[in-house]
């Protein structure tokens, strides 16, 4: 009713006032100003009562200004020119002496850099593109039709299983939408008759085939496969048997030491991580010991000493580090079990090297507060180990050693550049780092050299002509960078109003930062109903899509996370249930 | 047809004023609505075409006027000293001129009222001058709505209608007479007590603070011109009246008396449910004598096909040809049984078919043989036509209309840009006329003359069409699909051919946006409706409307034929349907129930149904057979329903709406054996969550258009918002 306006939107006297000023009008009375808001209150609300006849059958929700306009050619008025925006007028707020001003930024463009610019490409056409939204009553789960069951709804039903009861008990139609006719409703509601793991005929075929390419030996197939669990909605019913899939070949091909195989589960694994439909919080006890295997198992190939079960380990690292920062919760306290794990694997008198490595580079990956909690203590005892295995006439051992030092090379000397204060002495370093000592002090004072670290405040009018794709007017701006927080991380905001935070990225050899610099939508970009493929293979090109890369501009203190990249530009789709869409 | 006594078009033309008179006596509350309007400045220049800010004499401006002009040999001399008197008010010297010339009148006329507009808008509004006290008003509103609350709950629900209207009078008689600050506190303290679905309106009212404004609300003009209907029983009736004799003074009987119209019924008094049901348009519910008129809802029968199904049916294949001919025969013939409900089939004249429209019916029938039977245990397939790079923050603009053609081989659309464009969803392409000098060289008398005389070199899947100058609000196809009809807010109807590519006429008539058009499932009609608050018939060999169906007060928003094209329904922002009698302009229905913005109205094919969504999400099924009570109301959607659709045997319906999603209904049960028998004012409509069958979510797409193919495959349509 009325008392649910809030509050009612009026033209206060002081602004009528001011408007009278502006045109030399004044002094204005003030019996005469309230007279004259009142009024004008009176008629605007009314242009704008008749204005949304307009929004309606323009089959828009958004009130603009050609509705206002329309409004007032029907009433026979002038409408008002220059006043166009096809979204929305981006109002801005100040404050100042105790009052609120609201104000339109209007700023001032140079006629020669616009008469010099390129012209904008033309806005693509509008096209009609076609797709079955239902086949006999049942959705296909494609692309173009929205996830079957929501990322948001798989979340909850993770967390609390009751809500699913709750909802088929209030509504057994609605599940019978989720999975088309083919389920019958039941009467009689069990928890356990809920949870039908009944997969369809295609999709069996789809299982195997998907299984099969992933650990097949065709590359472009399995490129293929991969691409399809990280991109096609409607895989929720499915994942229980892929991470079932994944966590027997890990235990198989550990045993069997297959470094290949590994490899190609990790990336599946990585796939699936990837799909912003999926919620996997439910398959964590099958997908946490296989990534944790690849990451510390005592032996991962044939010949330990020829292959390269470093990058498997690296990668799982950084799967790993993946996984807790979307899942971890203070229920489940995944992070804490986990460092735990790695933390047991730094004994290093007990452990072969090769697990102690997987442990730095898993630690290392979970971030500088990890690191500097769990690591740094530890570099003594490691940089003995170190010094012991360098000299050490087997070539594994060696080999290890080497890797564990690059490790701690990489990822240390940030997170001691923020814990030490300077004067870095190389005795310091020696005492409390033992042979490692020189090489730290050197990074160290090579990061405190570089410019620009601390908080990175990168201005944007510098970068958004070069950045700007097409002809959007949207200015790119990076508010700030906090220097403290896990990670690095920086905030950036996106002119759309979107705003997320990034893990500061470097990446090696060159401890370099990267800024991803999300801006809005741009209208005129084409975005068929193909994007979010579209986006995921430009996503490197930082063209056409929502998120740009940019090269590294600056440097900056942070954990090297480079599948953090992923992770943010995957984020850049507006919402889950939008689907980049 | 060939019957020389049936009525020629010429009998329909505008031009016969004994016609244009009966359809204007038709509707008694738009005839006291015009003039107000008129002068109050909300339709400020009947004869000014407000978008062009030119001066239109010529007779393309409202009809009101036209007919005038067309005889005024015999034209009484008072009325031209009517029409002169009101062009010198509304300053129009140039027409005044041009009419006096033409229509050699030169006598002066003294324009006597020099109070202007707020002449006339002053007497209406005199009425609410009173010397009541002010105080009072509030007390006296406490004391009805504490006199509803303490009813028997036989009578409450029925009384408490009364609330509502009485306390808008009360607010605008309190702001008439100069107590603002009483006025304010009154409808603070006591809207508590109103439903929730008048919240809109009490809004709207709320704003008018001075008596100055009250002048020029369009929603307070429909308020001081049409009573507010309440439908009572005869026992609420007299308790209301117990209750109005205790307090003979005062406000609250006054207005009762002045600005109700108690609609009386014998009876049990309705429950809480049933009255609900029918509230929510502007002026209350429909008066039960509105809706008494026998309604010929039945379809024409099906003219003589035998022999071109036979033709046709030598030409194919004749693989088990037996068993189709038998279930052939046997539906040929059932088409030809005769309804009781149908209208005579010369009651409104109907294009004569010509060879292509008999093949083309051909086509139908062959087509509905092979159409899949949905129920609620078949759903049907849907193919959604997305538009890219047309949603609202595209420099093409958005896409505010589309229509399919019926054979489904043409998809049009209009966008906010004024550009119309047509597709062809088919392999074959779309084909323009070969120029004149090669056209002449095809010999007419040959068969195939029709696709002779299109030139194959000038296929095209996607054509453009443009001539708009303001967002294309409706497209529709006919049925023959040689024309489109187009409706802008511009203030124009335009139809285009689709041989030429060309806008062959521009229908001006409206002088505000056109809202929506549809073709007639015949042909030949089309109809429109728009801001002007009326909706009008039209022919495509004419440029003046042959009906204004006036009555609606507020916009028309949308229309569409009856499947025998003797009817028209419109939904309009008055929150009312209604049904309009092609053959003598009368409205004969007025459905009331809706509690938002009327946004899709459609008719079931069997033509008994009409089923009607809108801006409150709710879908209102009602039976033509019946008196404007609705069968059933469905309510699932979460925002406004933008289109409706039958499937071709009318067992499933689909809505499609702005939140995204397309809905399938069991039609079959709502229509269900025992409930259609005595659907009156004591039932209450069907509101069955079982009627929903299934939801189909889009991907950020709302759904602007629903179609079924001939064969009940469903296509859907809108605007891709990523």
Known sequence: ?581 | MDDSDSPTYASLAPANPTMVNDLASVDLPSLSNIPDVNSNGHLPSAVQSPLSGQDVSSPQTPASLDMKSDGYSDMDKSTMIAVIQFLKRGNLKSTEEILRKECGFFEPVDVTDTSGALGEEGEVLAAYKSDGNPAEYQDAFKALSAFVEKSLDAYKYEVAAVLYPVLIHMYLELIYNGHRGEAVELLQNCSSSIEAHHADDLRSISLVTSRAQMAGQPLLNTLLSAQYTCRMSRDSLAHLKRFLADRSAGPVPRIIQDRLNIDLVDGQPRTKAQVLAVQGAITGEAPRSANKTKIFYGLLKEPELQTVINEEEEAEDDLDKPKKKKSKKDALQKNKKNDPNAPPANRIPLPELRDQDKQERARIYRDSMKRVTLSRDALPSICFYSFVNASNTCVGGSVCSVDISDDSSILAFGSAESILSVHSITPAKLKAMKPAEQLSDIDKDSEDVLVRMLDDRSGETQRNLMGHSGPVTAVSVSPDKALLASSGQDGTVRIWSLQTWTCVVVLRGHIYPVWSVRFSPHGYYLVTGGHDRTARLWTTDQHLPLRIFAGHYSDVDVVEFHPNSNYVASGSSDRSVRLWDCSNGACVRIFTGHKGTVSAVNFSPCGRYLASGSCDARILVWDLGGHGNALAALSSHSDTIHTLAFSREGTILASGSMDCTVKIWDFAKVTEEGRDEDVNATTSPLEDKSLLLSTFPTKQTPVLSLHFTRRNVLLASGPFNG
């Open chain 1, 1 to 581: 009713m009325l008392d649910e306006v809030a509050v009612p939107s009026a033209v206060s006297a002081e602004s009528i006032k001011i408007m009278g000023e502006s045109i030399g009008i004044s002094p204005l009375g003030d019996d005469v100003a309230r007279e004259l808001a009142e009024d004008i209150t009176y008629r605007l609300k009314n242009i704008v009562q008749d204005g949304k006849k307009f929004t309606h059958h323009g089959k828009r929700k958004r009130f603009t200004c050609e509705d206002f306009d329309w409004a007032l050619k029907s009433k026979n008025i002038e409408p008002i020119y220059g006043v166009v925006s096809s979204e929305f007028i981006p109002w801005r707020l100040t404050s100042g002496g105790g009052r609120d001003l609201h104000f339109l930024e209007d700023r001032e463009l140079e006629v020669s850099d616009i008469v010099t610019q390129q012209l904008p490409k033309l806005p693509p056409a509008a096209a009609v593109k076609c797709h079955w939204l239902a086949i006999e009553g049942v959705q296909p789960a494609i692309p173009e039709n929205p996830a079957p069951m929501s990322k948001n709804l798989q979340k909850q039903e993770a967390v609390d299983p009751a809500s699913k009861l709750a909802a088929a008990q209030a509504d057994t139609r609605n599940t019978r939408n989720i999975h088309g006719r083919g389920l019958k409703s039941v009467e009689t509601v069990r928890v356990k008759q809920l949870a039908t793991h009944e997969l369809s005929a295609e999709q069996q075929l789809y299982y195997k085939e998907i299984t099969e390419a992933c650990v097949g030996s065709d590359e472009p197939k399995r490129g293929e496969a991969l691409h399809s669990l990280a991109f096609d909605p409607g895989l929720h019913q499915m994942v229980a048997r892929l991470c079932t899939f994944i966590a027997e070949g890990v235990r198989v091909n550990v045993v069997q030491r297959n470094l290949a195989l590994l490899i190609y589960l990790m990336r599946m694994t990585k796939a699936l991580l990837d799909n912003n439909t999926l919620y996997l919080e439910k398959y964590l006890h099958e997908l946490t010991p296989s990534v944790l295997t690849c990451i510390v198992s005592r032996q991962l190939c044939l010949k330990p000493d020829m292959d390269n079960h470093w990058a498997l380990r690296d990668f799982a690292a950084r799967l790993m580090s993946q996984i807790c920062r979307h899942y971890n919760t203070t229920t489940n306290g995944l992070q804490t079990r986990i460092s735990r794990v790695f933390c047991k694997c730094l004994n290093v008198d007990k452990t072969p090297l090769a697990t102690v490595y997987g442990a730095v580079a898993g630690l290392c990956e979970l971030g500088p507060e990890v690191i500097k909690a769990l690591v740094v203590p530890k570099l003594r005892v490691l940089s003995n180990k170190i010094e012991q295995c360098i000299e050490s006439p087997s070539a594994y051992e060696k080999n290890a050693a080497v890797h564990i030092k690059g490790m701690l090379v990489k990822s240390v000397p940030p997170v001691l550049k923020m814990n030490r204060n300077p004067p870095d002495l190389l005795t310091d370093y020696k005492n409390d780092f033992g042979f490692l000592g020189p090489l730290l002090q050197a990074s160290v004072i090579k990061l405190r050299q570089t410019p620009g670290v601390g908080g990175v405040v990168v201005s944007a009018p510098a970068l958004a002509p070069t950045l700007r794709p097409l002809s959007t007017p949207t200015p790119t701006r990076i508010l700030h960078q906090s220097v403290g927080g896990v990670g690095g991380r920086a905030l950036v905001v996106g002119s759309g109003g979107q705003v997320t935070t990034t893990g500061g990225v470097g990446v090696a050899p060159s401890p370099g930062q990267k800024l991803i610099i999300m801006t809005s939508r741009t209208p005129g970009v084409q975005q068929g109903l193909d994007s979010p493929q579209l986006v995921s293979a430009q996503l490197p090109l930082g063209e056409g899509s929502g998120a740009t890369i940019l090269s590294p501009t600056s440097t900056a203190a942070g954990a090297a996370l480079p599948p953090g990249a992923k992770y943010v530009l995957v984020k850049t789709e507006p919402t889950d249930d939008e689907y980049g869409m």
